[in-house]
């Protein structure tokens, strides 16, 4: 089973993901972008640079994907694994979606999901870390382009697009609460998913 971890930068993904490794000691833990390729270390040049073009740091992206998921994702899939990713497609959806929005692209967001359906493996359940983009952007410390309020505006709505298409996949969990109880959410959450497996 493929569960996926989502929000704004800042909304405490990256301290759950941690945290869970404890609760879950034999499930596979990843995380997009990769931080153990090239592909990963491409991604994280465009994210530093404010000059990146929007359409090739999305084709990045959709690279790292490629990757991850024939390196990474499919082969634990295959083993029976429970498979925990911070950050995953819909981070594409609702990030290159915002960032695409003034090109010449009609439905950005579409275009990426449509980039995506012919080769990827969509979540089987994804956990949405609902915060606000003031909080968020406070929080992860305004350190890239991608970290701004107005910007995690944009992409916050493209995730509550996203959640509306399919929200039997969607657990939202209120992120603003303090981390025990967001994690104490999660774990419920997970829980929950794993029962109904
Ligand atoms: N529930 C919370 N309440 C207050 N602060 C939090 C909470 N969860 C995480 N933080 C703090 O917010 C900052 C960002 O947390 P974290 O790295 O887990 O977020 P993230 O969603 O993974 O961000 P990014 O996507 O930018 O990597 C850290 O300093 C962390 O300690
Ligand atoms: C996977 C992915 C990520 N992003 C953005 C979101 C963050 O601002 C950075 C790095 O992610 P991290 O969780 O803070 O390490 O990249 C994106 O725009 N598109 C994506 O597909």
């Known amino acids: 089973m493929l569960v996926t971890l989502e929000g704004l930068d800042g909304s405490g993904k990256t301290t759950v993901w941690e945290a869970l490794h404890d609760v879950y000691p034999d499930a596979v833990f990843t995380r997009e972008p990769t931080d153990d390729s090239w592909y990963g270390d491409a991604v994280n040049r465009a994210i530093g640079d404010d000059d990146a073009d929007p359409l090739a740091t999305l084709f990045l992206f959709t690279a790292d994907h490629a990757d991850h998921l024939s390196r990474v994702v499919r082969p634990a899939l295959a083993e029976g694994d429970l498979v925990i990713s911070d950050r995953y ?11 695409l929005r003034d090109s010449d692209l009609k439905r950005p967001m579409e275009y990426i999901m449509g980039i995506h359906a012919a080769f990827t493996r969509p979540p089987d359940k994804t956990i949405y870390l609902d915060v606000d983009p003031e909080t ?3 929080r992860s410390g305004k350190t890239n382009k991608f970290e701004q309020a107005a910007y995690l505006a944009e992409v916050r709505a493209n995730y509550e697009r996203l959640i509306e298409a399919e ?23 997970l829980e929950e998913i794993l029962s109904e497996a």
């Not at 497609?89 to 960032?99: K, V």
């Not at 929200?167 to 959450?189: G, I, Y």
């Open 167 to 189: 929200p039997e996949r969607f657990v939202r969990v209120d992120a603003t609460q303090p981390p025990e109880d967001v994690l104490d959410d999660v774990e419920a959450a």
């Open 89 to 99: 497609s819909d981070s594409r959806y609702a990030y290159q979606g915002a960032s």
């Open 136 to 138: 968020a952007a406070a």
